[in-house]
C-alpha cells in the first residue's frame, strides 16, 4: 500500500507568520507532488506542484520536495486568516495511470 | 475555466435503494475518478476511468460500480445502499498524468444513507 502521511493538525499559527505544513510519502518511485486547499464544505483545488528536488515558490507559498528523505513540504508566509484551510497532500505515484495518493490532510487554523 | 458539476449537492437515500450519482466535465478530459471523502481518512479512490467504457477499481470499490458511456459522464452506482456508505462524494477530472498533472473537482456530493 501506497502510503502519503500528514499530521491531522490543527495546525494553529497567528496572522503574519510562517505556516509550515508537512508531508511524507512511501514510495520512491514517486513522481509528482501535489498541494491542495480545501476550505470547509468545499472540494480540493491545486495551489501548487513540484517535483524535482529543492524549492518552488509562487506568491506566498513555497513547496519543498526532498526525494532522498521522501519529504514534502509547503510554506505559507505572512499567513491570512483566509489562508484557514485543510491541505492536502498528493503524490502522483509511478505506474499508475495518474492515480493521486492523497494524505488525509492538515487543518490550518490562522488566528487574528 | 474547467467545469465539473455533480447531480445533487445533498442526498438522503434508505437503505437497500440504488443511488446513482451523476458527474460530467466540460473539458474533454480523458480521465474521470469518483472519491468518498470521510473525517480522518481522508480522500479515498473508489473507481477511475481512462476512456469511454473503460474503468478500473480504486482502493474501496465494494459495493460500488461505476459506468461510463460518453466521454463527460461519469456515473457512481450505490447497487444496494448501506449506512455504511453515508459520506461526501467527490468526483474529479484530469488529462493523461504529467508532471503538472492536475485533478480538477467537483463540489461534492453529501449522501445520507437511513
Known amino acids: 500500500q501506497k502510503e502519503v502521511e500528514q499530521n491531522s493538525g490543527p495546525l494553529s499559527v497567528p496572522e503574519g507568520a510562517i505556516a509550515s505544513l508537512n508531508c511524507t510519502y512511501s514510495d520512491r518511485g514517486s513522481q509528482s507532488f501535489f498541494w491542495y486547499r480545501q476550505y470547509s464544505g468545499k472540494s480540493p483545488e491545486l495551489i501548487m506542484f513540484?517535483?524535482?528536488?529543492g524549492d518552488k515558490e509562487d506568491g506566498r507559498f513555497t513547496a519543498q520536495l526532498n526525494k532522498a528523505s521522501q519529504y514534502v513540504s509547503l510554506l505559507i508566509r505572512d499567513s491570512q486568516p483566509s489562508d484557514s484551510a485543510t491541505y492536502l497532500c498528493?503524490?502522483?505515484?509511478?505506474?499508475?495511470?495518474?492515480?493521486?495518493?492523497f494524505g488525509t490532510g492538515t487543518r490550518l487554523q490562522v488566528t487574528l | 475555466d474547467v467545469k465539473v458539476t455533480q447531480s445533487s449537492r445533498y442526498l438522503v437515500k434508505r437503505t437497500g435503494e440504488k443511488v446513482f450519482l451523476e458527474c460530467v466535465q466540460d473539458m474533454d478530459h480523458e480521465n474521470m475518478f469518483w472519491y468518498r471523502q470521510d473525517p480522518g481518512l481522508g480522500l479515498r479512490l473508489i473507481y477511475f476511468?481512462?476512456?469511454?467504457?473503460?474503468?478500473e477499481k480504486g482502493d474501496i470499490p465494494e459495493g460500488y460500480s461505476v459506468s461510463r458511456e460518453k466521454k463527460e459522464r461519469f456515473s457512481l452506482i450505490l447497487e444496494s445502499a448501506s449506512t455504511n456508505q453515508t459520506s461526501m462524494y467527490l468526483c474529479?477530472?484530469?488529462?493523461?498524468?504529467?508532471?503538472?498533472?492536475?485533478?480538477?473537482f467537483g463540489p461534492g456530493t453529501r449522501l445520507t444513507v437511513t
Open positions: 498528493a503524490v502522483l505515484n509511478t505506474g499508475t495511470a495518474s492515480k493521486l495518493t
Open positions: 476511468s481512462y476512456d469511454v467504457k473503460m474503468k
Open positions: 513540484i517535483y524535482s528536488n
Open positions: 474529479a477530472s484530469s488529462t493523461p498524468g504529467t508532471v503538472a498533472y492536475e485533478q480538477y
